[in-house]
């Protein structure tokens, strides 16, 4: 097998994605203390067509030069908007009727693996601080919480790591 030059990934330029039709999720990160794990979110974000990032609290915005880093261009393509109030942030959404979801360790959370998204229906993903995770004010207004399966010792995982796995999973049920 011959690995691909880049040129023959036929991938889309900044105007076709922003002409390209949007995988109906929204990811919202709040708090988020690494502009690696920023950039990270946006270049999974840019895989899989996500509609828009909403930057909130102390996640800090492009252009950075570190988020860009791992962004790699991504910023240019996913539309985002920087928002002080996460939980500001999630009442205008749901008053749009998107649902909205955090992802964290809660009692009574969905499993990711049991987690069956509804048809004709846009989310809303919450990722919270890499040390404190998803505040409970958020938790309280959101309309559920889905946990990632984990079997090990440590029971964490990285945000950009968890972001590019739920966002996957549910980007896969929803095609």
């Excluded at 840019?46 to 950075?64: M, Q, R, S, V």
């Excluded at 928002?83 to 008053?95: F, P, T, Y």
């Amino acid at each position: 097998m011959r690995k691909l030059a880049n040129a023959e990934l036929e991938r889309k330029n900044i105007d076709e994605f922003k002409e390209a039709p949007k995988t109906p999720i929204i990811v919202i990160l709040d708090d988020i203390r690494s502009l690696h794990n920023i950039g990270s979110v946006f270049r999974t974000s840019d895989a899989f067509l996500i509609e828009k990032i909403y930057l909130c609290g102390i996640t800090a915005t492009p252009p950075n030069k570190e988020i860009h880093k791992t962004a790699l261009g991504a910023t240019e393509t996913v539309t985002w908007e920087y928002a002080k109030d996460v939980l500001e942030v999630v009442n205008q959404l749901k008053s749009e009727n998107v649902k909205v979801y955090s992802v964290e360790q809660t009692e009574n959370a969905i499993m990711l693996d049991n987690f069956q998204p509804e048809i004709n229906t846009k989310y809303a993903l919450i990722f919270g601080n890499e040390v404190k995770g998803v505040s409970q004010e958020a938790i309280n207004l959101s309309d559920g919480v889905i946990e990632i399966p984990q079997l090990g010792s440590k029971h964490s995982l990285n945000i950009s790591v968890s972001a590019g796995i739920v966002i996957w999973d549910l980007f896969q049920k929803m095609k």
